[in-house]
């Protein structure tokens, strides 16, 4: 197969892209940029299947193993669920947000690919900087300015600090490549203090503790649209490029010691952060800080099980923000959601079940996955406090299906909400499909080769 060949998927991601930007010239207008895009996308995850687990290309810059592989299909997969959303819904100026947000997939693919410092921090901004855009879209909206200004300011910071580290890195090792386990194994306290800087600004951009303070002022100031795609795509790109990092790291006992401190952090603070949350992009934004911690805490063990937990996390989590940008961002806007649309609350039900990890669901296979990981590596007190803390989840993801089952019917929601399409009910029915697939796949253990899970 030509290296041209192997970057189809992308290639089908970027003229979607293109085509958004200038849809206002196709017939349909604003909506045809975001069905083309769907379209596109899709193909692109059904090519990145199809393709598999090839050479790397350009040089050995971009790898395509098993974890680029399952990383882009989830991500273009992903990408077309929310372009399909987006196709039928009433958001102003559908086109820029469907471009941008296939710019982001295509940085998020290269991201999964890299194993480069150079190609990885350039496909990091790639995928980045859309997101900006993305969360300041209510350009009227002093919140959602607000919100996309902290995004845009601390992630900058971040990347600089991540940049640092990375010439850091090079300088000590010599390479900038990281084809193999160990290669990039600076020595000394110059040495630590590079692959501290390079994780930290990897943690921020996943949002795991420490770095995780702007996640929720800024997911509270953007449309929750924006935050369905942005707090769950660019994460599962980002759970890769850290998987293929911290293996090319050789640090003794820093890494196990900076992961398990950030595990540790991200599970208590975003759990117990949950709690007194009543806007749910508030409450799902610590709910994502959570479960860095969970991902982190494979990442520690050095298991690729933090991969499908990723994606485990990412389907459910963004059909919860579909649905809180229709109905309505504050708790007490989901009051009567059962009467008024009965198939979407029962679907609820399901993902956020899936995210608490209750049997039989998909998170709960996840669950097993990391924490078996984990209790391998010998962090057996690690995984009592994880499995104590998704005890705890359950009581913040319960109050929001006991407001849709029992709570009463608001007449005004907390925000303008956005008016289901046809597409609405379509894609919360994927994820929830998805959801479940997911979970018979991973009981099964094998059918579908996600890393670390079943072989």
Do not use: C
């Amino acid at each position: 197969m030509t290296e041209l060949a192997v970057l189809v998927p992308e290639a089908l991601v970027l003229v979607g892209a293109l085509a958004a930007l200038f849809a206002e010239r196709l017939p349909g207008g604003d909506r045809t940029g975001a069905r083309l895009g769907a379209a596109l996308t899709f193909a692109a995850a059904l090519s990145a299947a199809a393709i598999g687990v090839t050479r790397p290309i350009a040089g050995g810059t971009l790898a395509y193993d098993a974890i680029a592989r399952d990383a882009r299909v989830a991500v273009s997969a992903l990408t077309a669920l929310y372009l399909l959303w987006l196709s039928g819904s009433s958001i102003e100026r559908t086109r820029e947000m469907a471009a941008f947000a296939q710019f982001a997939a295509l940085g998020g693919m290269l991201m999964a690919s890299a194993q480069d410092l150079a190609t990885l921090f350039i496909a990091i901004e790639l995928g980045t900087m859309p997101a900006y855009v993305m969360m300041g879209y209510e350009r009227s909206d002093a919140r959602a300015l607000e919100g996309s200004l902290k995004y845009y300011l601390l992630s900058m910071t971040t990347s600089l600090v991540m940049l640092y580290g990375f010439s850091l890195l090079f300088g000590l090792s010599g390479t900038t490549r990281f084809d193999h386990a160990g290669a990039l194994s600076p020595e000394g306290l110059l040495g630590s203090f590079a692959i501290v800087f390079a994780l930290s600004g990897m943690f921020a951009k996943l949002s795991a503790a420490p770095f995780h303070f702007w996640t929720p002022d800024a997911y509270a100031g953007a449309p929750a649209s924006a935050v369905a795609f942005v707090s769950t795509v660019p994460k599962i790109a980002g759970v890769a490029a850290l998987l293929r990092l911290s293996a090319a790291l050789s640090a003794g006992d820093l890494l196990p010691l900076y992961f398990g401190a950030a595990a540790l952090a991200s599970m208590l603070l975003g759990n117990f952060g949950a709690y007194p949350q009543r806007d749910v992009r508030r409450l799902m934004a610590y709910s994502g800080i959570a479960h860095s911690g969970y991902v982190l805490l494979a990442l520690g063990a050095g298991s690729a099980s933090a991969l499908a937990y990723a994606i485990i996390y990412a389907v459910p989590s963004f059909a919860v923000m579909v649905v809180a940008s229709e109905e309505g961002t504050a708790i007490d806007d989901w009051g009567g959601l059962v009467q008024r649309r009965p198939a979407v609350a029962w679907a609820l039900v399901v993902l956020l079940l899936s995210l608490v990890g209750v049997p039989p669901m998909a998170g709960f296979f996840g669950k097993v996955a990391v924490f078996g990981a984990a209790l391998d590596a010998g962090r057996t007190a690690l995984v009592v406090v994880a499995v104590v803390m998704s005890v705890v989840s359950a009581g913040y993801y319960f109050k929001l299906i006991r407001q849709a089952f029992f709570g009463q019917a608001v007449l005004i929601a907390s925000e303008e909400r956005v008016r289901p399409g046809w597409t609405s009910g379509l894609t919360i029915g994927i994820a929830t499909a998805a959801t479940l697939l997911l979970a018979v796949v991973l009981a099964s253990a094998g059918a579908l080769s996600l890393p670390g899970v079943g072989g």
